[in-house]
Nanobody, 124 residues
């Protein structure tokens, strides 16, 4: 069972930046899909950004391309989401997700492990 610990959410004004972190409880060197979903009440969960660890495979939702960057530190088993030029529409609970050994992209049903969520609030 892989445990994921998220950090870095908070409240910012539009145009500001935040960085989310997701640390896995075991080594991701062998290849994990890791990334972030977000959800607001009464809306569908949205896949935001994903990486296949120890590779250059990434995915970004169209809504965040050019503003968000996902990166990895395999020595720390951690994935980061740098969020710049934040908009009120980015306000959501952000969940880290992980799966061993296969590329999941933005498909939630593929992910076996989930973090507890961290709130991001962007005010106009």
């Amino acid at each position: 069972q892989v445990q994921l610990v998220e950090s870095g959410g908070g409240s910012v004004q539009a145009g500001g930046s935040l960085r989310l972190s997701c640390a896995a409880s075991e080594s991701t060197y062998s290849g994990f899909s890791m990334g972030w979903f977000r959800q607001v009440p009464e809306k569908e969960r949205e896949g935001v950004a994903f990486v296949y660890t120890n590779s250059h495979i990434t995915y970004y939702a169209d809504s965040v391309k050019g503003r968000f960057t996902i990166s990895q530190d395999n020595a720390k088993n951690t994935v980061y989401l740098e969020m710049n030029d934040l908009e009120p529409e980015d306000t959501a609970m952000y969940y880290c997700a992980s799966q061993k050994g296969k590329w999941c992209g933005p498909h939630a049903e593929c992910f076996a492990y989930w973090g507890q969520g961290t709130q991001v609030t962007v005010s106009s």
